[in-house]
């Protein structure tokens, strides 16, 4: 584990691996954990992968309350920056996806090209924290609506049924670095203010957007179906991929599968050769 010290945090990070950099970023209070059991082992034969924790999240000491997407982007270019390999891969999952964008606007020059998983640009409603939620953790406390939230939203039911393997990998990894509840909804609330949406036409890098087949549903004002297909339609030239039969947790469900659409992306990028 190594620490970058950036204006208002210190941030956690991990590299793996050799070869140009590429990024991972995670979801809504899911620190860089979520990435090791199989996008670490598959892409750091090719990459120097980096893991990190955002702030709010893991071994990251945030020194302010700050936790707006803008913030959490201009960390991520400071990490590119300070491992100083040039532009990297950046591959955002969900809110990580959200701050992946703000990287690829606001500091362009550290983005090769872009992976956004089951991402969005903007939620229907603006800010504030989503009723669903509060009345959810009221009813079942903190940690028992997480859980259940992430089964019905990572998981179709065939694959909860015949993988609970994999469903259990997934949830104590994120459980098991769940933030004190006043900076769950810190970051929630950084999530729901998020609005990209009149600016992914300024998005200039090759793009692929995924999303699980069975994102068609949630408690949220859109699905991330919905918010991904906005995506691949307003960034320029965007590719979309639909890991089919998944739900939003397909790095765990489908690695494999997820995998192979990432490396078809990087390779054709690449100009149809392996990249490295």
């Not at 982007?73 to 950046?90: E, F, M, N, Q, S």
Request: with cysteine; glycine share 10%; aromatic share 8%.
């Amino acid at each position: 584990m190594s620490i970058l010290r950036v204006d208002g945090a210190d941030l956690s990070y991990q590299t793996h691996g050799r070869g140009p950099p590429m990024l991972l970023m995670s979801g809504t209070a899911c620190d860089g954990r979520f990435w090791r059991p199989y996008q670490v082992p598959e892409f750091s034969r090719n990459y120097t992968v980096v893991t990190y924790d955002q702030r709010g999240t893991g071994d990251t000491v945030a020194r302010d309350a700050d936790y707006a997407t803008s913030v959490l982007a201009a960390d991520a270019a400071a990490l590119i920056r300070h491992l100083d390999r040039g532009p990297a891969v950046i591959v955002g999952h969900s809110m990580g996806g959200r701050v992946a964008q703000l990287v690829a606007l606001d500091h362009g020059d550290c983005v090769d090209r872009l992976i956004l998983a089951s991402s969005g640009a903007a939620f229907k409603a603006k800010g504030g924290l989503p009723p669903a939620l509060c009345l959810g953790i009221i009813n079942k406390g903190y940690e028992n609506y997480i859980r259940d939230h992430l089964i019905k939203i990572g998981f179709s039911r065939d694959l909860a049924r015949e993988h609970p393997e994999r469903v259990r990998e997934c949830v104590d990894i994120i459980l098991g670095s769940l933030p004190p509840i006043e900076t769950y909804f810190a970051l929630v609330m950084a999530r729901q203010q998020h609005d990209t949406t009149e600016r992914l036409k300024d998005i200039r890098v090759p793009t692929l957007v995924l999303v699980g087949g069975d994102e068609t549903h949630g408690p949220s004002d859109t699905t991330h179906m919905e918010s991904a297909r906005l995506l691949a339609e307003r960034i320029p030239n965007a590719e979309f991929e639909i890991i089919e039969g998944q739900g939003h947790f397909y790095f765990f469900s489908a690695p494999e599968l997820t995998h192979e659409a990432i490396r078809r992306f990087l390779n054709k990028r690449s100009g149809g050769r392996k990249p490295f």
